[in-house]
């Protein structure tokens, strides 16, 4: 594969228009949480749902596989029990481009998802609960990317206490990987980490598996407990979706240039 396939998305010198989403007619405007509102106080995806939220340990890890199509994912934690279906959608007007659901199969219950006007977004829009059915009560954060040269990922949410907090997503090298997970392609440009942007402190790393497994995709290996830091169950729905989300935008960009070479940015 050409070297460029593996270039992401963000390093594009596109622009971005704040006013798609309310332009469209297909799309509803993006909801934003109200000023007295705090990050878990709107959504309501129902205790059953919730405890389907893994509990998480210290350097615990959760796998994620290719369906059959290659286009969706699974993700098993530690004992090989699927935990969610990831559905990517590309065609699928009004439909969010990731959904992330409880269990096995594509139509579990809705946990989050990720939206973005088109592919060459420099921010897309994360959403714990279920748009579908709830959509004033889910809860909506925008990833944004800076640094285009060595593209940064940051997000914030707003946690229990009721204080803002931001993680930033960074590329890591093969030797910052290989602590964390040994069978990673540590040439992927997948591969990335997620830091407190507050401390600077390690707190997942998601290894790709690409071009190394068949089936498999990648790890995440989280270091810390986001409930015993106090961030709440939401924090580790945002940290699959907002990689998740990074991982697809990725992805479309590299077929897209496949099927139309020439296009799509350098």
């Known amino acids: 594969m050409n070297s460029n396939e593996e270039h992401d998305y963000l390093t594009t010198e596109t622009s971005y228009d704040p006013n798609y989403r309310s332009a469209s007619p297909f799309l509803p405007p993006t909801p934003r949480r109200g000023s007295n509102e705090s990050s878990t106080a709107g959504s309501d995806y129902g205790q059953e749902v919730k405890d389907l939220i893994s509990k998480t340990a210290t350097a615990k890890a959760v796998d994620a596989f290719h369906t059959k199509s290659h286009v969706n994912m699974r993700i098993h934690d530690s004992t090989g029990r699927c935990m969610y279906y990831v559905d990517n959608s590309a065609f699928t007007i009004g439909k969010p481009d990731v959904t992330l659901c409880a269990g096995t199969?594509?139509?579990?219950?809705?946990?989050?998802?990720?939206?973005?006007s088109n592919m060459y977004s420099k921010h897309y829009n994360v959403g714990v609960g279920n748009p579908t059915t709830n959509?004033?009560?889910?809860?909506?954060?925008?990833?944004?990317?800076?640094?285009?040269?060595?593209?940064?990922?940051?997000?914030?949410?707003?946690?229990?206490?009721?204080?803002?907090?931001?993680?930033?997503?960074?590329?890591?090298?093969?030797?910052?990987?290989?602590?964390?997970?040994?069978?990673?392609?540590?040439?992927?440009?997948?591969?990335?980490?997620?830091?407190?942007?507050?401390?600077?402190?390690?707190?997942?790393?998601?290894?790709?598996?690409?071009?190394?497994?068949?089936?498999?995709?990648?790890?995440?290996?989280f270091n810390v407990d986001g409930r015993e830091r106090g961030w709440?169950?939401?924090?580790?729905?945002?940290?699959?979706?907002?990689?998740?989300?990074?991982?697809?935008?990725?992805?479309?960009?590299a077929r897209q240039r496949r099927s139309t070479p020439g296009q799509g940015g350098p």
Do not use: Y
């Open 232 to 253: 709440g169950d939401n924090w580790e729905m945002m940290v699959l979706l907002t990689a998740l989300g990074l991982v697809e935008m990725s992805r479309r960009r």
């Open 105 to 116: 199969e594509k139509n579990g219950p809705i946990l989050g998802v990720c939206r973005w």
């Open 135 to 221: 959509e004033k009560g889910t809860i909506w954060e925008e990833v944004k990317v800076s640094h285009h040269r060595h593209p940064e990922w940051q997000w914030s949410m707003t946690l229990p206490s009721r204080a803002r907090h931001s993680f930033t997503w960074h590329r890591i090298t093969g030797d910052e990987l290989k602590a964390a997970d040994e069978d990673a392609n540590k040439m992927s440009r997948k591969n990335v980490k997620l830091v407190d942007s507050e401390t600077g402190e390690v707190l997942v790393v998601f290894g790709s598996n690409r071009f190394k497994s068949w089936k498999k995709f990648g790890k995440f290996t």
